[in-house]
C-alpha cells in the first residue's frame, strides 16, 4: 500500500489487530527492520511499518529531506491506515522522527518508545575517534571487511568478536533492504538532515505522553547519555539502560525488546483517551 506524503509515494504496510503501533526505523534501513518486533506484536496490536522516502519501495521526491518532512510522512502513513492516533516507537533517526511526529500532532500520539535515539541530532554526527575509525571502514576495503565494520556499530565489542560476521550480514540484509557493506545514496540526506536539528527545548512540551526511553549501554552512536537527557526532558517517562546491547538492540535483543514495548503499549493504553 502507499500514500502521497509532500509530493512523493510513501509505501507502507500492517499487520495484526488491535491497539495501532507504528515502527518508525532509523538512517539506511528498511521498514522490513522491524520484522522481529511484527512478528510477535502483531499478535496482540495492529503493527504498521513503512520505508522512509528514499528508500525501500518509497520514492525519493525532490525536496530535500528534513526531519520534519519525515515525520509528515510518518503522519500520512497513518492517513493511509486510517488511524487517528497510534502507539509509536522509533529507533536511532526513527525516535527523532517520532519525537517530531509527537510534536506537531500531540493529539495522534498514544505513547512513545524510543529506542538507541536522541533529541538532538548533533548527537550521531559528532565525530568521535571510535566512530570515525569505525566510519573509515565501513567505507574502504573488501565488501566482507565493510560489512564486519558496519557490524561493530550495532554489536558490543564482546559479541562483535565472537559472531560468525557473514552469517550475521546475511542474516540482516533482508531486514536492512541492501548488502551491509554499501549504503544507499539516501543515507547520507538522512544523516545531514539530523545535523543541526534539535527539540531537546520542547520535550517538556511532550510530558502528557506516556514515554519509554531505552538506551543501550555499548551504543557509539545514541549514546546513554543522549537517552537520559531525553528522560530528563519528559521528566515523567520511564528510562531504561541495557547493559549488554550496542545500538542494533531491537535486532540482537528481539525478546527483551518486545517485552519493554508491550508492557508500555499495554499500561500507555489501559489510560488513553481519544
Same mark, same amino acid.
Given at each position: 500500500m502507499d500514500v502521497t506524503s509532500g509530493g512523493c509515494r510513501i509505501w507502507y504496510e500492517s499487520r495484526g489487530q488491535g491497539a495501532p503501533v507504528l515502527f518508525i526505523q532509523g538512517v539506511g534501513v528498511c521498514g522490513q527492520g522491524w520484522q522481529p518486533q511484527v512478528d510477535l506484536l502483531s499478535a496482540f496490536y495492529e503493527c504498521a511499518w513503512f520505508d522512509n522516502r528514499g528508500m525501500g519501495r518509497s520514492e +525519493?521526491?525532490?525536496d530535500r529531506i528534513t526531519v520534519d518532512l519525515l515525520a509528515e510522512d510518518a503522519l500520512a502513513a497513518m492517513d493511509g491506515l486510517g488511524w487517528r492516533s497510534a502507539h509509536l516507537v522509533g529507533h536511532s533517526l526513527g525516535g527523532?522522527?517520532?519525537? +517530531? +511526529?509527537a510534536l506537531r500532532a500531540r493529539q495522534r500520539v498514544r505513547s512513545l518508545s524510543?529506542?538507541?535515539t536522541f533529541a538532538d541530532g548533533a548527537e550521531?554526527?559528532?565525530?568521535s575517534w571510535p566512530l570515525l575509525r569505525i566510519g573509515i571502514r565501513t567505507r574502504i576495503g573488501t565488501l566482507a571487511a565493510r560489512r564486519r565494520a558496519?557490524?561493530?556499530l550495532l554489536l558490543t565489542p564482546q559479541a562483535h568478536q565472537?559472531?560468525?560476521h557473514a552469517r550475521l550480514a +546475511?542474516?540482516?540484509e533482508p531486514l536492512f533492504g541492501h548488502d551491509l557493506g554499501t549504503q544507499p545514496p539516501v543515507a547520507m540526506q538522512q544523516l545531514f538532515a539530523m545535523k543541526g536539528y534539535s527539540l531537546s527545548s520542547r520535550l517538556g512540551d511532550l510530558q502528557a505522553v506516556p514515554s519509554l526511553i531505552v538506551s543501550a549501554k555499548h551504543d557509539l552512536i545514541a549514546r546513554p547519555q543522549a537517552g537520559k537527557a531525553i528522560a530528563t526532558g519528559i521528566s515523567n517517562s520511564r528510562y531504561i539502560e541495557i547493559e549488554d546491547a550496542g545500538h542494533g538492540l531491537p535486532l540482537t535483543h528481539p525478546a527483551l525488546t518486545n517485552a519493554l514495548l508491550r508492557r508500555h503499549i499495554d499500561d500507555a493504553e489501559l489510560t488513553w483517551r481519544p
Open positions: +525519493a521526491g525532490r527523532l522522527i517520532t519525537l +517530531a +511526529a524510543l529506542l538507541c550521531p554526527t559528532r565525530l558496519f557490524l561493530e565472537s559472531c560468525d +546475511a542474516e540482516l
